[in-house]
């Protein structure tokens, strides 16, 4: 087993930077100062590998303090880019999910705490019973105002107050669990996505949303879900590993198309301008990884942006 490594100050981690791995630091302050705002391991642990001679513990040659930290803040705004495409998605669904439920099975809370009003089957029973216990808990927090109101002023919290309280990631396992009818009724307003392509695609933004909250490493992020196969692939010519699509499957990509079906093309265009533009202005500021790499990093095909030159079709 190694040995635990030992505390070192800010000071201290810039000169091992410096004088045992070879980065060219230009100003020593600016360097300690990221380092008390960022750590040493966000940074570093974070966004080094891809400066690293591969195989090798060994920064290319050249590779400057400046360029990891401009890597790191690329990453920065994309968390905040992707974020609030993600947040616009969760809102969409909240109302969808509480209108369609409460058109069918009325607004009282009884109605979200019956295990029978959701898709019980075998398969799905014990997703069905955690759900509506995470409803229950839900339904008698007192951390919201709102909650707090409804429970003493009307004695009933229906599904449209109670569904702000709840996750992505509950969102996500509710839909699982909806009636087939109200799936169906979901989806309608997303054009043409079926119903199992709205859950792979609410499993991976699932994911991708946790990694943006919680300030993680997005560019090269994977999930273990994938997203279907959509005609969107086979028009962008996405490269293939015998029957398994390279790109847009379970990497950022793939979120960028689920945007491309989730999000109104107006909305898209401007998404997609701007993530441009930040990819544009990282390649600019990174010496020592091209356009291309960064691409494949991210899971992105070279033709990514001719995305929005087709047609969403069956």
Known sequence: MLSQKKFSTFSEQVEWLQNEKHLTISNKQYAEDVL???????????YKHLFRIPLTKKYKDGTSFEEIVSLYNFDKELRELFFKYLLQIERHLRSL???????????????????HN????????????????????????????????????????????LINVLTF??????????????????????????????????????KF?????????????????????????????VPMNGIQYQYGKNDLFAVVIAFRYLIPISDFRIFKRNLSALIDHASKNLVHINNDELLNRMGFPPNWKDITRYRLTP
């Open 209 to 237: 949303r946790n990694v943006c909250a919680h300030g993680e490493r997005l560019f090269t992020y994977r999930t273990i879900d994938n997203i279907s196969d959509l005609p969107l692939h086979k028009k962008l010519s």
């Open 118 to 161: 959701f898709n019980n089957s075998r398969k799905n029973h014990n997703t069905v019973v955690r759900l509506v216990s995470t409803l229950q808990r839900a339904a008698t927090t007192n951390d919201y105002a709102y909650i707090n109101y409804y429970r003493t002023t009307y004695g009933n919290i229906p599904m449209w107050v």
């Open 36 to 46: 008390k705002h960022i750590g040493y391991f966000p940074l570093m642990g974070g």
């Open 97 to 115: 999910m509480s209108y369609y439920f409460s058109e069918q099975y009325g607004e009282e809370q009884s109605a979200y705490l019956d295990i």
């Open 169 to 206: 990631g509950n969102l996500s396992k509710m839909y699982k669990v909806f009636p087939q009818s109200l799936q169906s009724k979901v989806c309608k307003n997303f054009g043409i996505i079926n119903r199992k392509q709205m859950e792979q695609f609410l499993s991976v933004l699932t």
